[in-house]
């Protein structure tokens, strides 16, 4: 099966870029983004059905302002220009961009000028969300005004060339009817083709993933989560029991987890399995280390123990298995700089260079909530699918202070609290993360008619679309209520609950 042709998406390095190949997606339309730096040559070579240009926060004048080969201008097929990707356009095409009075941020009306393709059918004024300090103050030739705000030219389109251009974002929901706007260019004007369906990408994967492996075999370590369990599945559906599956038990699991992902991996969609419990080891090696950083070193290194003994048990492992999204590999660009790294993070991404293995990376192509279409369609188990993100170094990281197992303990029984009673009110799915964090303080209490000296549980939940900021959530009191209750009552050793209202940044999501 051939690669579906994609909706290509330039970055200008604007913060809503990946917003916008999404919202393409969303129209089972297939969309790709690249550097606006792309060669192209490269360009030429993806076949575009269509091309969008992203946000960007320089100024199209400034010095060295990002730009890209100008040929994409003339390729012939329908160019859409958001924001910066509209003053960028007009820019080349023989407008003028200026610098405004006043900069737009935020809600503006606008109105829209009939006769437009892009805008047609569209009430006026409409809502929509601005983000610029730039405007138009000359229209291109060709071109003619479709829109404006009270301030600025705010659309315009050359239908003849099938050029158009928006100043506001279509792709962030402030915007009223944002969407229809997208489906307007995509679907109507590109009129590019709805193919990209989780059947379609499977059926594709699979046989692509059977090419690349050949007779050989194949090594995936399963963390519990959607990614690794959807793309050792796909794997699986390629080369059958050549690929081993590992799933370390470290000892810093929650309640029950174990069990439940070895075995609904297993039984539902029959993968090879190797679950290894080395909670012993792991739990030895903890014992009077405090230090975050240290435990999630240890932590690594025992994973990647494991992970070399049952390649050597195998025998003969030449490709590893990998669950990369295709967030983390966008080559996107950067106005932020190098990333500050705030935390270790240890999961299947940080296995060493030096383990030899070809990498299959199936996902790559993926956003999350495709991960998880696919998931559905390949028929895993809703509790794997449907999981908040669990971090890779486990309860440790949400004990403050020593591992022992007495307060693994403590902190197992309060999260499988939270998460019940979060599940019972119907919470689950809309929290990215909620979970229990046991603290290193004591406290005096009184139950029934003695006084306590235990320990203190913080309850954490937090909303976030991809945990790179997060608002603490405001959970109903009720459910507080039980939470704190039920913890109290279950779990011996706590007099005393707390509810974290710290969102992210300044403080990230787990407390270590
Ligand atoms: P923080 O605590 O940095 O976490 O705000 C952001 C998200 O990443 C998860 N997390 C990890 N995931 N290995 C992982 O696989 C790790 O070491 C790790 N540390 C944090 C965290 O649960 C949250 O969703």
Redo the contacts with the bound molecule.
């Keep these: 099966m051939e690669q579906p042709r994609p909706v290509v998406v330039i970055d200008f390095g604007g913060q809503y870029t990946q917003l916008i190949a999404r919202r393409v997606r969303e129209m089972n339309v297939y969309s790709v983004i690249v550097p606006c730096h792309v060669r192209f040559d490269d360009l030429v070579r993806m076949s575009p059905q269509a091309i969008i240009f992203s946000g960007g926060p320089a100024s199209v004048y400034a010095p060295a302002s990002p730009t890209s080969d100008e040929r994409v201008l003339r390729l012939g097929v329908p160019l859409l220009g958001i924001c910066y990707g509209l003053q960028w356009m007009a820019a080349k095409l023989g407008g003028k961009v200026e610098r405004a009075d006043r900069r737009e941020y935020g809600f503006a009306q606008l109105e829209v000028s009939p006769p437009t393709e892009l805008l047609a059918d569209l009430p006026s004024p409409l809502r929509v969300w601005n983000s610029h300090g730039d405007h138009v103050t000359e229209v291109p030739p060709g071109f003619r005004v479709t829109g404006r705000t009270e301030n600025a030219v705010s659309a315009i389109e050359n239908s003849a060339a099938r050029m158009y251009a928006v100043e506001f974002h279509p792709e962030v929901r402030h915007t009223d009817r944002g969407c229809d706007i997208l489906r307007r260019f995509v679907l109507d004007i590109a009129k590019a083709k709805p193919n990209w369906f989780p059947q379609s990408f499977i059926e594709e994967t699979v046989e692509r993933v059977r090419e690349q492996v050949g007779d050989a075999r194949a090594l995936c370590a399963l963390?519990g989560g959607v990614d690794s369990a959807v793309a050792a599945t796909l794997v699986g559906r390629a080369i059958g029991d050549r690929l081993t599956c590992v799933f370390v038990n470290n000892g810093l699991l929650r309640k029950n987890e174990f069990e439940q992902v070895t075995r609904s991996l297993q039984d539902r969609v029959k993968l090879r399995v190797c679950a290894v419990d080395r909670s012993d080891r792991c739990l030895a090696r903890l014992r009077g280390v405090v230090d975050p950083e240290q435990k999630?070193k240890i932590i690594g290194e025992e994973f990647i123990r494991v992970f070399e003994d049952e390649a050597r048990a195998v025998g003969d492992v030449e490709f590893l298995v990998q669950g990369t999204l295709y967030p983390d590999v966008i080559e996107s660009v950067s106005v932020r700089g190098p990333a500050a790294t705030?935390?270790?993070?240890?999961?299947v991404g940080?296995l060493p260079a030096n383990l030899k293995f070809r990498l299959i990376e199936p996902l790559r192509e993926l956003f999350k909530d495709e991960v998880r279409a696919v998931g559905r369609e390949l028929g895993l188990d809703g509790a794997i699918l449907n999981r908040q993100?669990?971090?890779?170094?486990g309860l440790a990281?949400r004990i403050v202070g020593e591992v022992t197992e007495e307060r693994l303990r403590m902190v197992r029984e309060a999260d499988a609290v939270v998460l019940e009673e979060v599940r019972a009110a119907g919470l689950y799915d809309r929290l990215?993360?909620s979970f229990a964090v046991l603290l290193p303080v004591s406290s005096v209490g009184v139950m029934g008619d003695s006084r306590t000296y235990a320990s203190t549980i913080a309850v954490r939940a937090v909303e976030?679309d991809d945990?790179?900021t997060?608002d603490w959530a405001k959970l109903p009191a009720g459910v507080l209520e039980r939470i704190s209750t039920g913890i109290v009552n279950k779990v011996e050793g706590v007099n005393r609950v707390v509810f974290d209202i710290t969102s992210?940044p300044p403080?990230?999501?787990?407390w270590e």
Excluded: C, D, L, Y
């Design positions: 963390s999630r705030i935390k270790s993070h240890h999961n940080g993100p669990f971090p890779g170094p990281v990215w993360q976030s945990g790179m997060a992210k403080g990230t999501i787990e």
